[in-house]
């Protein structure tokens, strides 16, 4: 560049702008190799979508970017990050992030709230180094969090870690279903067991498939490997174990000095952990908690494979097998996958219909949550709609509503976005399943009925023109 130029940037402050590498776990975007700070322009996508949360088991996730944890999000210490949030026009809720690397009020939380089918901005600079964790912090903040809206950002120190062969991403959460770990089909968020702190899933990037078999990290002896690892919680505590591994440096809770030969290392809801370690010899290394029962019964269980040459003089493999008549020998074996309890419950009816279109706001047993989803079970609102209105119930699905209105009681003034999917068959059937269980009573719907209500319903105003 023309040395004037360059001076007068210089002079004005002027960055040199860049687009954040972002990817999806378990990689992790390459090292930053430049040295001096930048302008980085960070853009992070809100998707609402179903993903298997365990073999068979299915789960309507909140994400940044369409998987859990979030994109890996890696900056410099000093850049200056522009940062925007869009919530994609097809989800159901409004979101935003607190990103723990961020110093202003509520990490950017209040900045960066945004409605479905539109973007927001803020910008910060990163003036800490280290690894964080970033989430939702929409009310109620407790169920974005546990529905997998959260991911790490890293801000690499201007003195850059030492280069190593492989780099993962690694993010444990704990998820609340009505049903134990292992019942198939969609599976409707807890409110309550949320609030008990009872998970029914505790695994690793989203899903206990989601390190296992073909998707097992990967390495090969005499590699160096360094996992950047995260806990989105929202509840539990991890205690981060490889088997058959020991840490050779943690940069404990994601800062920058390290602790040397970890066996295990607490991850905190909330927190993070770099870990490193040489590959020895080969084998398949199993990461777990260590609280073990979250690891063999609720899916916190992932694999790195290491392909040969192995090291006999490191580990040499079984050398015995013989009989041998001591006290009681208690052999115990560990299994390689957890267990699932393969109970079918696919059932194609309102109930199913509500558990995948209503049951993520008005909760499984329609009692709504306090302050936000008004309850739909033994609901005086409803009950009045189901027998007096029949047509405004069939335009609150199809249309939304928004609005003070009192529920038993309650006052609530939420957006309930339209209900999108439904014909008037599957309408009919979900509308009498809502209307003649949890508590309620009314005349069943036909699609008839439903057909002829909707077709009754006024005009849709035009949207106003785009944003
Ligand atoms: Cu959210």
């Known amino acids: 560049m023309h040395v004037a130029l360059l001076s007068l940037l210089l002079s004005t402050g002027a960055l040199p702008e860049e687009k954040a590498v972002l990817t999806d776990p378990p990689n992790v975007p390459p090292p930053i190799t430049r040295t001096t700070p930048a302008k980085v322009l960070v853009e992070l996508e809100v998707v609402e979508k179903v993903m298997q949360l365990a073999d068979g088991v299915e789960y309507t996730f909140w994400t940044y970017g369409g998987t859990v944890p979030g994109k890996f999000i890696r900056i410099r210490e000093g850049d200056t990050v522009e940062f925007w949030l869009a919530n994609h026009p097809n989800n159901k809720l409004p979101h935003n992030i607190d990103l723990h690397a961020v110093t202003g009020p509520g990490g950017g939380a209040a900045s960066t709230f945004t409605a479905p089918g539109h973007k927001s901005r803020f910008t910060f600079k990163a003036l ?13 903040v407790g169920m974005h969090i546990a529905n997998g809206m959260y991911g790490l950002i890293y801000v690499q120190p201007t003195k850059a870690l030492p280069k190593v062969d492989r780099e ?22 807890s409110m309550k067991r949320a609030i008990d702190e009872r998970p029914s899933y505790v695994v690793f990037n989203g899903s206990a498939l989601s390190m296992v078999g073909d998707r097992a990290l990967k390495g090969k002896v005499g590699e160096s490997v360094r996992l950047f690892v995260g806990n989105g919680g929202p509840n539990l505590v991890s205690s981060f174990h490889v088997i058959g591994e020991i840490f050779d440096k943690v940069y404990t809770e994601g800062g920058t000095k390290a602790q040397e030969h970890v066996q295990t290392t607490i991850v905190p809801a909330g927190g993070s952990a770099i870990v490193e370690f040489k590959l020895d010899t080969d084998g398949t290394y199993i990461l777990v908690d260590h609280s073990i029962f979250r690891t063999f019964n609720k899916g916190s269980l992932g694999m790195m494979k290491v392909e040969g040459p192995g090291k006999k003089d490191i580990y040499s493999g079984k050398e015995v097998d013989e009989v041998y008549l001591g006290d009681e020998a208690v052999a115990t074996s560990l299994k390689a996958t957890p267990s699932a309890s393969a109970v079918s419950s696919a059932k194609p009816d309102g109930k199913a219909l509500y558990v995948s279109s209503c049951a993520m706001c008005h909760q499984a047993e329609g009692q709504g949550v306090p302050g936000a989803f008004p309850p739909l079970a033994k609901s005086d609102f409803l009950d009045t709609l189901a027998n007096k209105k029949r047509g405004e119930l069939v335009e609150i699905v199809l249309r939304g509503k928004t609005g003070k209105i009192t529920v038993n009681g309650v006052e609530y003034n939420g957006v309930m976005t339209a209900v999108a999917g439904l014909d008037d068959e599957k309408l009919a059937t979900l509308l009498t399943w809502v209307t003649s269980s949890m508590g309620n009573k009314a005349p069943a719907f036909t699609a008839d009925e439903v057909k002829k209500l909707r077709e009754a319903l006024p005009e849709l105003p035009k949207p106003a023109g785009g944003h």
């Open 168 to 189: 993962y991403y690694v993010v444990q959460g704990d998820f609340y279903t009505d049903a134990d770990f292992g019942q198939k089909g969609l599976q409707p968020f």
């Open 128 to 140: 800490n180094p280290g690894l964080y964790v970033y989430h939702c912090a929409t009310a109620p």
